[in-house]
């Protein structure tokens, strides 16, 4: 019989082999995405060749493993705060409660039925995007309409300027805070889908968003390929350890949107979700602001962000990004300047 400890060496050497792979797999992915020249052809009728991207993927610290939670275990929030850390908002006092997250609770499962006849094809599993006409929307792996069947989105209807801004946040490395403070300042509600790293290790960060009326969705609890996960169980399990753990923080339920890890997913990850109660929400606009040692300069990012924005845009930024630390507050006046506003998700799944 194997020995624990042999057990134990073999388990770590599989986990080092396996993000070094997702790694190189991540880097390869985004060489190809910078290989497509924007702008450097044309179609037929003058109009710019498409650019199909996916910058969704985000690198992950090794991540804690968290004890199973029975389904109905009784939780309490978490009290205490991060040592020596001063992250703005306001502490809640003794017997004080966080507010509801904006957006509710994960909700009652709802079966919806398409068309006699119809099944949802997705293009690829890695979600991905092709940009045209500046200041139009992109299309997707699949049609809003069709995602819609399983409580999929990625972008609104654009009869109005919105847009629906969104943070990925895996780790903290200083730039949360910056990003709190510009949305604090411009009044505008965002959403943050967490995995359970960010919110083991910044716990104060999450109160702060509650405190500030953002929305908090499930990014997973350790960042998998989920297009790989086919067992429902399996698929719940990283979906209730970021529930969980984030009612223990806040004492409140987690709002019902998840974003897939990579943007991978595939029909049976749509359904699963569904069937959790969950919006899975996709992106119409990102950028690759996730790579640390190849960060976008300000001109960058702001011309990719600016041009390519449209009506009904859903944004997906990084709180990891210090470029996007440093731009934010100027951005969101860029985006003002243009007529655009600012909606929760709420609004984007309930049609509006």
């Not at 429902?232 to 890890?261: C, H, N, W």
């Not at 119409?284 to 300069?297: C, E, I, T």
């Not at 960058?300 to 009506?311: I, Q, Y």
């Amino acid at each position: 019989m194997e020995s624990t400890k042999t057990a134990g060496r073999k388990a770590v050497i599989f986990a080092a082999a396996f993000m070094a792979l997702a790694l190189a797999g991540c880097r390869d992915t985004e060489k190809n995405a910078e290989a497509v020249k924007e702008g450097a052809g044309s179609q037929a009728g003058g109009q710019p060749e498409a650019e199909t991207v996916n910058t969704g993927w985000e690198p992950q610290p090794e991540l804690a493993g968290r004890p199973e939670a029975e389904p109905e275990t009784e939780s309490h929030p978490a009290t205490g705060s991060q040592q020596g850390q001063d992250i703005g908002g306001t502490e809640p006092e003794e017997g004080e409660t966080l507010p509801g997250q904006p957006d509710g609770p994960v909700k009652a499962a709802e079966k919806k039925t398409p068309p006699e006849g119809w099944e949802l094809t997705l293009a690829s599993e890695d979600w991905g995007l092709s940009f045209t006409e500046p200041g139009t929307a992109p299309k997707g792996n699949a049609t809003a309409k069709d995602l819609a069947w399983y409580d999929g989105y990625y972008v609104g209807d654009g009869s109005e300027k919105v847009i629906y801004l969104t943070f990925d946040c895996g780790y903290e490395n200083g730039n949360t805070e910056p990003i709190l403070d510009a949305l604090k300042k411009h009044n505008v509600k965002a959403t943050f889908f967490v995995v359970g790293h960010f919110l083991e290790t910044a716990p104060d960060f999450v109160k702060r968003m509650v405190q500030e009326g953002h929305a908090v969705g499930n990014h997973t609890y350790h960042h998998p390929d989920m297009a790989s996960i086919s067992d429902k169980g399996d698929f719940q399990k990283e979906m209730d350890g970021v529930a969980d753990l984030f009612r223990e923080i806040t004492g409140e339920e987690l709002s019902p949107y998840y974003r897939p890890p990579q943007g991978k997913c595939n029909v049976h990850n749509l359904q699963m979700a569904q069937e959790l109660g969950y919006y899975t929400i996709f992106w119409s606009l990102a950028y690759v602001d996730w790579d640390q040692d190849r960060q976008p300069g300000h001109g960058e990012a702001f011309d990719k962000l600016t041009t390519r924005v449209h009506p009904g845009a859903v944004v997906l930024l990084h709180n990891t990004s210090s470029t996007n630390g440093e731009i934010l507050d100027e951005l969101l006046t860029k985006w003002e300047g243009m007529g655009y506003t600012f909606k929760p998700l709420s609004e984007l799944v309930a049609g509006g």
